[in-house]
């Protein structure tokens, strides 16, 4: 019986390496100018005109605790579809894509490196690459802040 290969999207915060389902990911943009909206949740960073498109921009370092970060050349926008609503998900790099087996992928830890066990998918070990923290994008916002994020994008 052939093998289920999950393609995986690779980025980087905080230099720990992340995964996320390729499947989810529209594209990967350079961080353009963002317009800021007042009286949002501080990891929603504002709004981006994307072909046409209002996408809201979500800093994920922010959303997953860590600290801001000033981009770089490195910082990229993972567009993503979370449950039906275009976001753009800020990571310090965007790496890699690689195919995971699940026979690699262990259940998330309850806790990971201060992230959340509800944003986390799954831990991939990785022979060439170590750990790689796979993220569950659509957890990682709750249905209240799509809510917000959707009526950020409609406004």
């Given at each position: 019986?052939?093998?289920?290969?999950?393609?995986?999207?690779?980025?980087?915060?905080?230099?720990?390496?992340?995964?996320?389902?390729?499947?989810?990911?529209?594209?990967?943009?350079?961080?353009?100018?963002?317009?800021?909206?007042?009286?949002?949740?501080?990891?929603?960073?504002?709004?981006?005109?994307?072909?046409?498109?209002?996408?809201?921009?979500?800093?994920?370092?922010?959303?997953?605790?860590?600290?801001?970060?000033?981009?770089?050349?490195?910082?990229?926008?993972?567009?993503?579809?979370?449950?039906?609503?275009?976001?753009?998900?800020?990571?310090?790099?965007?790496?890699?894509?690689?195919?995971?087996?699940?026979?690699?992928?262990?259940?998330?830890?309850?806790?990971?490196k201060g992230v959340?066990?509800?944003?986390?998918?799954?831990?991939?070990?990785?022979?060439?690459?170590?750990?790689?923290?796979?993220?569950d994008l659509n957890?990682?916002?709750?249905?209240?802040?799509?809510?917000?994020?959707?009526?950020?994008?409609?406004?």
């Amino acid at each position: 019986m052939e093998e289920i290969l999950t393609k995986t999207i690779v980025f980087k915060l905080n230099n720990q390496e992340y995964g996320a389902n390729i499947d989810q990911i529209l594209s990967i943009e350079r961080l353009e100018e963002i317009v800021s909206l007042p009286q949002t949740s501080d990891f929603i960073k504002g709004i981006i005109n994307l072909r046409g498109d209002v996408t809201p921009i979500i800093d994920l370092r922010t959303r997953l605790g860590m600290k801001e970060l000033e981009p770089t050349e490195q910082t990229r926008v993972l567009i993503a579809k979370v449950q039906d609503v275009q976001v753009g998900l800020i990571v310090d790099e965007a790496t890699d894509v690689i195919d995971i087996s699940p026979e690699v992928v262990d259940d998330a830890p309850e806790l990971v490196k201060g992230v959340d066990h509800r944003y986390m998918k799954g831990v991939a070990k990785l022979e060439e690459r170590g750990m790689l923290l796979l993220l569950d994008l659509n957890h990682v916002l709750s249905l209240d802040e799509l809510d917000e994020v959707q009526q950020v994008a409609e406004e």
